[in-house]
């Protein structure tokens, strides 16, 4: 059967249209929103609509510098189209996931060729972390899209000495400044710094300072600044600039701390299930670096990979800026060799995935907290008899894509970044939703029905509670008779009046006056 498959041009490019398109489109609203950062969203767009104020973000009436409102006007445009709910505020971001998988994919078919084009974006969009982040309900997909945009806008524009091409770059690093910030001007400008002198390529400097340029991105970019300086004066530019940007970079912002190495196990996982070949194609550096191309693209990811390895505040989504080069090095690579995908990686990955809910009980013993405990217990009944099935399912398939020497590459790899598409985005993350927010979106649910006022909430850790309740809560320690949300380990269960709602280690109660 498998000799009767030949890809073409033209199926290689249905392939690959249907193939994205179940990445970031598929179950958008099959989740509820996730605790802490897509509520953030979420909320902070909820709240703009409601204080009329499109140029401050603020999350249960606190005032919040930590991003530019680009992804939360979007938000609001996609929910007046298809209402308040999960899908509506996470379509942006698969939108911009689209765009982005479109720019790996154009860009690269254009200097590589049309079949490596469609393996780099078969391995970025299969990708662990790319196709969770690239749907979720934050600014991060959008700035991905910008920045490979910029990027392989610039690079073209100077190399072809095209303007059109370097006012596009311009454009999409206007349009990133807005989503996330001057993380979307560091990582192109020290590129492009570190490139020039690399090679030498002075000659490249005034074609990629273009004053028209400069013109747009200040035109596109400038205007909120201006007006969110006006709003607030100083405290922007102390909260949004020197805390939210350069003190990430000095000090563990909010706890968010990790080694140097921080960032390498979260590589390995993040690229799966195409780790191997990224590795692989790594292998000869002094030949990619010597090809003036690929040595752009290892700068790239080695700037991004240096750059947060040294920050004080580090997150794993901040490695995702540097994927899309290797997407790029790793489709090439592909195109190059007959068998350079290593299946057993992603074999051991989705058998751990399969068993992780019923080793659970075997290790609460040496769990000390409380909730973390309910979780667990709670996870029995969300990951049953059929998980255990689609697992065993795919892990059969996978095994037999493994054996199938035979079988085009292009459909061995087809079907090996659809099994893990179908473990996150049919089996894992919904799940996860039921088990660790579902309580959260139910008990707000339950306090709107219930008319429930001047809620108490001990942190500010679930602003989804927010954003389905649709009310504020005061975040501090409840006072008899009040109504509180929060961990049941955290409370003391002698002190309560009335249970409205209690699930996987959350509670929403009265307390005794």
Known sequence: MTAMIAFTPLSRKIFILLFVGFSFLWGLGQAPLFDEDEAFFAEGTREMVLRNDFISTFVNQEQRFDKPPLTNWLQYASTA?????????RLPSALAALLWMYFIYYFTKRKLGERAAFFATLIAASSLQITIIGKAALADSLLNACLAGTMFSLYKGSANGSKYWVWIGYFLSAIGFLAKGPIALLVPGSTFVLYILLHRQWKLIPKLLSPLGILIFLLIAGPWYLLAYQTSGMRFIEGFFLSHNVNRFQTAFEGHYGSIWYFVPILLLGLMPFTGVILQSLRPLGKLFSDRWFS?????????????????????????YGYTPLCVIGGKFMEQNKRPVMFWPSILLLIILATIPFVLPFVTNYIQDEYALDVMKGAASVFGHYYILWMAGLVIILVGVWWSSKAPLELRATLLGLVFLVTINVVWMPRLGLLLQMPVKEAALVAQEKGLTNIIVLNHYTPSFHFYSKQFASERKPEPGETVFARKASLDMKNIAQVYYEKYGLILARLKE
């Open 81 to 89: 189209v298809l209402g308040w709910n999960e899908m509506a505020i």
């Open 296 to 320: 752009f693209l290892l700068i790239w990811f080695l700037f991004v990979f240096v750059l947060f390895s040294l920050s004080g505040t580090k997150l794993h989504h901040y490695i995702i």
